[in-house]
């Protein structure tokens, strides 16, 4: 038998998906597990994907290559309204499907076999499983545990001849951490000394709920040409379902990702670039909403970790719709933790371990959830750590 090759030996499906497989297999759990808003999918967009393909026979077809021209337009606009990210729709966005295809297509463009990435970490992990697909080595900088904050003397001391990028993930999955503008510019400062890279994962941007937006790397003259934005349309716009997101590169940078984009997707499916687009450019009031919602089940999520203090220790998140809670209990793996808790409480959480070193000791909650769900989730911890 001919051995399967040792690049996808070396990756594995991440415990984000492993775990609600567990807790299907178990029954009746509630979940703070998986990433997920959970918002339906607003009116507006079903009417706008519904009438497409009822009036326009195009939209059940590959589209252009790289999206459709007025999705790539609205894209441009919002980097240009928002981030100050001047891009041309024509050469520099490519729609992709997912966030997920955008990142896989950057990392393949810019790293080779040996190339090493600089990581924060605890880090999202699909993102380090697709550097080794790469056959990159992913390096891991531990953040600040006070804080979850940048480190940049421990980035700077990582830095290697071989080092060729670096991948931050702002607002970050899984910490919950924004990023101040000084510690983005310090670390612009160091990417630029060093000749580096960067990928900017950009996907919870518009959730942070005690500060404005992000500033994004790609604004920065100082990266121009060495940066490539991704983004999603999965959490802003409540899409998961629909498979659809995006990035912005110099059109250089363009030019490469676009031929892997080819050779893996083709296009984004038309009619979720439909529904894309919808959400891009119709009414907003509903968007605004679900963050103001997810902000007020942050509130919920942090008082019933803090009926929980004896148990519990966590670092209040200002973005995303995570928090990395230390359990002080007990001194058992967080993956054995995890699995644990969703046999014993019927609870879904994903071990902190399988986002980095730093990450173990940890469950990463996400409050994604209902506040009901949320609450019972809590009821459910509750009664199990104070048996
Ligand atoms: C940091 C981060 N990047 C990318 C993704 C993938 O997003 P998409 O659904 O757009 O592929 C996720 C999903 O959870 C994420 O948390």
């Not at 600089?118 to 080595?137: D, K, R, T, W």
């Not at 950009?202 to 990266?223: G, Q, R, V």
């Not at 629909?242 to 250089?252: E, I, M, N, S």
């Amino acid at each position: 038998m001919p051995s399967i090759s040792r690049r996808v030996q070396a990756i594995k499906i991440s415990d984000t998906k492993l775990m609600p497989m567990i807790a299907a297999k178990v029954g009746g759990c509630v979940s703070l597990g998986q990433g997920v808003p959970s918002f339906a999918t607003p009116e507006h967009v079903v009417d706008a994907v519904c009438s497409a393909l009822r009036q326009d026979s195009a939209a059940g077809k590959y589209t252009l290559q790289p999206g459709l021209p007025a999705l790539r337009e609205a894209v441009a606009e919002l980097l240009g309204s928002e981030k100050g990210v001047q891009a041309d729709p024509e050469t520099e966005i490519v729609i992709t499907v997912g966030a997920m295809e955008a990142l896989l297509a950057a990392i393949l463009t810019l790293v080779e076999r040996g190339d090493e990435v600089l990581i924060p970490s605890p880090y999202y992990a699909s993102h380090v499983e697709q550097i080794l697909l790469a056959e990159g080595v992913p390096v891991p900088v531990p953040l600040r545990s006070e804080d979850w904050g940048l480190d940049l003397e421990a980035m700077e001391r990582a830095v290697t001849s071989r080092t060729k990028a670096v991948l931050l993930c702002n607002p970050s999955n899984p910490t919950g951490a924004v990023y101040p503008d000084a510690d983005l510019k310090a670390l612009a400062a160091l990417c630029e000394r060093h000749g580096l890279f960067v990928i900017t994962d950009e996907t919870y941007d518009s959730l942070t709920f005690d500060s404005p937006m992000p500033m994004s790397l790609a604004s920065l003259p100082e990266l121009a040409g060495r940066v490539i934005l991704v983004n999603s349309f999965s959490k802003r716009f409540a899409l998961t379902g629909w498979r659809v997101g995006y990035a912005y590169a110099a059109k250089p940078l363009m030019d490469e990702m676009l031929k892997v984009h080819d050779c893996t997707a083709i296009c984004a499916p038309a009619p979720s670039q439909a529904a894309a687009l919808a959400a891009l450019t119709g009414p907003q009031d509903i968007f605004v909403q679900m963050g103001a919602s997810l902000k007020a089940r942050r509130e919920l999520a942090c008082a019933r970790l803090d009926e929980l203090r004896d148990h519990f220790s966590y670092v209040r998140p200002g973005g995303a719709f995570y928090i990395m809670a230390r359990y002080l209990f007990s001194s058992e793996s967080s993956r054995e933790m995890a699995q644990r808790m969703i046999r014993e409480a019927r609870v879904v959480t994903i071990p902190g371990g399988a986002f980095g070193p730093e990450g173990d000791g940890h469950l990463r909650l996400s409050y994604g959830a209902s506040e009901k769900e949320i609450n019972e989730a809590f009821d459910r911890i509750q009664s199990w750590v104070l048996l």
